[in-house]
């Protein structure tokens, strides 16, 4: 049937045909503005953390009783955790990325509490610290190990003389100069100088815009409830959690061993509410698909029955099987289409919604044209075995049927 | 034009097989009017469908328009009713969301034909059939006298070798019946071979030719006036058989 008869033809069948529209509109709209959604989410978890994750263990201990001496404890401990097979480096800190808790402070570049300072996540830090975590150092230096100090609760807490910072803070920081080399000045407007520059790095809050800002301060903290932040040689990570287990709670009955976790693990949890989102949207926008899928089978299914006598004359009036499928599969296309065009509009709606009312970016417009085409294949497989089933209508039927 | 020898048709379900046709043989020469008659379940109908390609036959042979046609397949089929055959139905058989013009365009699409040619054919046929000033009407829109003069139109717009028509006025009142009749006649004598399955013993005897089925078989030819008045048979249309 040529393109004109056709048109007119579903014109006078209006009902089912543009249910079916509505359908693809709909699901157009919500299965591209999902899948830029769910796009952003796993861009989100797959960032790169600058930090060694898979490698990276997270031990908590904590001592008790009066005499506790919480400084031999860390000191003993380190050592009996660097000396596990496979154990690169190991630090003492006070709170440990990607894991949604951690210390934040302001930075300024001027000694004026008037300034605006620069928000950061603020670690302290052995040494090892940076070996610890498996993170490059871009320039300067790392601290020396005289620089790093146990800081007991009772300790004034100065600030030190020499700090690092994240390529992303310092450019932040200092936009058109270098700040290696440069002071910065704490909230208390005490001024540190910034010796190394780590090249990027994570810090401990993965919803904040500004999870790149980081300052480490040269310290060991020794209180009462202590982390540990180890590495390992790849591959070793579940051999050694165990031995740090064991071995820590073996060595020193005063200092329980509260918990030895793969960052891995505490940054998927940090990350939880993105891959749930992700995980229920592509639910979402699967069962859509199927259930489009459906309806396409469903209508096409009763315009092959409802139609099986026209079927029939068409084939004793010379139509061949295939044109009879083309023909289903035309109708159905031009529907689909008619749909697509309805569901541009209204995807571009949603995305102007979703962008105003909850501050997302905004949507590539590149998802259009192969949402469209992901449509255009559906709908030709839901309809093509409705088409087959039309194709093999008997043409007797043009003479046996009343 | 049509040659068919000792064909054998069996219709088989689950249960029951029925000979429709028993070792048929007639043929139809070139511009002959014939009219086939007969009870029900005589097969009048299968030997049509068996005349137009619409079924297959088992034993036997068919020779249409100088081809023998048993070894065609599906499209080729399809291709030979397109160009050889124009059907005539009992219901019409129209298209009912297409108007008039479209309908009568139906088969010519098939063939490919260029647009302009399909144009002037279209509007012959329908001049043909007196409904060229209705071509954007919907066949709803028509009597059913009318609207089997458009689909006699749509039979001739493809100038088939052969029009087949089963009961083509079974649905019409008797004034209708007449005029789709007269129209009938009018292109046999333009030259049309044409076959038709009536009860109607009057329309028969309008034909050159009758040919009497019964039970699957040609139980009487009459070339001079048409049908001869048999008596009513005897029901004896399906065997039981008692498959393994
Ligand atoms: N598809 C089929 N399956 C089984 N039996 C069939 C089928 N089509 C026809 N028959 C049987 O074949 C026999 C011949 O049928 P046919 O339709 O050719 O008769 P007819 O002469 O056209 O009858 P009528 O005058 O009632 O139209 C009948 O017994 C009928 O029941
Ligand atoms: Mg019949």
């Known amino acids: ?402 | 034009m049509l040659e068919m020898s000792r064909i054998q048709k069996i219709y088989r379900t689950e249960l029951i097989e029925t000979h429709a046709l028993r070792d048929l043989s007639l043929s139809v020469g070139d511009g002959e009017f014939v009219a086939v008659t007969g009870p029900s379940g005589s097969g009048k109908t299968t030997f049509l469908n068996i005349a137009g390609l619409l079924e297959s036959f088992e034993n036997g042979s068919y020779v249409l328009d100088g081809r023998n046609v048993a070894g065609l397949n599906d499209d080729q089929r399809s291709e030979f009713r397109n160009r050889k055959i124009g059907f005539i139905f009992q219901s019409f058989n129209l298209i009912p969301d297409l108007n008039l013009y479209d309908n009568v365009d139906v088969p010519l699409r098939y063939r490919r034909l260029p647009a302009a040619e399909r144009r002037a054919r279209i509007r012959r046929a329908l001049e043909t059939v007196g409904l060229a000033s209705r071509m954007k009407h919907l066949p709803a829109q028509l009597s059913g006298g009318q609207q089997q003069r458009v689909a006699i139109a749509r039979a001739l717009a493809g100038e088939p070798a052969m029009l087949l028509a089963d009961e083509p006025t079974g649905n019409l009142d008797s004034a209708m019946a007449h005029q789709v009749m007269d129209l009938l006649e009018e292109i046999h004598a333009a030259g049309a071979t044409i076959v038709m399955v009536t009860h109607d013993p009057d329309l028969a005897r309008r034909a050159e030719r009758n040919i009497h089925l019964m039970d699957g078989r040609v139980a009487l030819e009459d070339y001079s006036t048409g049908a001869a008045d048999l008596p009513p048979q005897p029901a004896d249309r399906e065997r039981l058989v008692a498959r393994a």
């Open chain 1, 1 to 402: 049937m040529g393109f004109g008869p056709m048109m007119s033809s579903l014109m006078r069948n209006k009902t089912g045909a543009i249910l079916v529209a509505l359908q693809i509109a709909v699901t157009l709209a919500i299965v591209i503005n999902s899948l830029f959604i769910i796009m952003q989410r796993v861009e989100k978890m797959n960032r790169d953390s600058g930090i060694d994750v898979p490698n990276v263990i997270i031990t908590d201990v904590r001592g008790f009783g009066d005499d506790f001496n919480v400084v031999d404890s860390i000191s003993n401990d380190i050592e009996l955790i660097k000396s596990i097979p496979g154990v690169i480096a190991a630090t003492v800190s006070n709170h440990a990325p990607l894991t949604g808790s951690g210390s934040g402070t302001g930075l300024r570049t001027v000694a004026d509490e008037t300034v605006v300072p620069v928000g950061t996540a603020r670690y302290r830090w052995s040494e090892e610290g940076l070996d610890a975590l498996g993170v490059e150092l871009a320039r300067g230096r790392n601290f020396y190990p005289e620089e790093v100090q146990y800081i007991l609760p009772t300790s004034n807490s100065a600030a030190p003389a020499s700090i690092l910072v994240t390529q992303a803070l310092a450019d932040e920081l200092f936009p058109d100069e270098d700040a290696l080399g440069k002071t910065v000045y704490w909230g208390s407007l005490e001024p540190s100088t910034i010796v190394g520059i780590i090249d990027h790095m994570h810090g401990s809050w993965v919803n904040w815009s500004k999870l790149g800002n980081v300052v480490v301060q040269p310290g060991k903290p020794a209180y009462t409830n202590n982390r540990y932040i180890i590495r390992v040689q790849p591959g070793m990570r579940d051999e050694v959690m165990p031995l740090i287990e064991q071995r820590l709670g073996e060595s020193n009955r005063r200092r329980v061993v509260k918990d030895v976790r793969a960052l891995e693990d505490i940054a998927a949890r940090s990350y939880r509410r993105d891959r749930g989102m992700a995980i229920v949207l592509t639910v979402v926008i699967s069962f859509l698909i199927g259930l489009t899928g459906l309806v396409i089978v469903g209508l096409s299914s009763f315009h092959v029955t409802q139609r099986t006598k026209q079927i029939g004359t068409r084939r004793a009036l010379g139509a061949r099987r295939i044109d009879i499928v083309r023909q289903f599969m035309l109708e159905n296309w031009l529907i689909t289409t008619a749909g697509a065009a309805l569901g541009v509009i209204l995807t571009v709606a949603v995305a102007y919604w979703l962008e105003v009312s909850f501050e997302l970016p905004r949507l590539d417009w590149r998802y259009l044209p192969g949402g469209i085409v992901v449509l255009w294949v559906l709908s030709s497989i839901a309809v093509y075995e409705p088409a087959r089933r039309a194709a093999s209508v008997p043409p007797a039927v043009a003479t046996r049927s009343v």
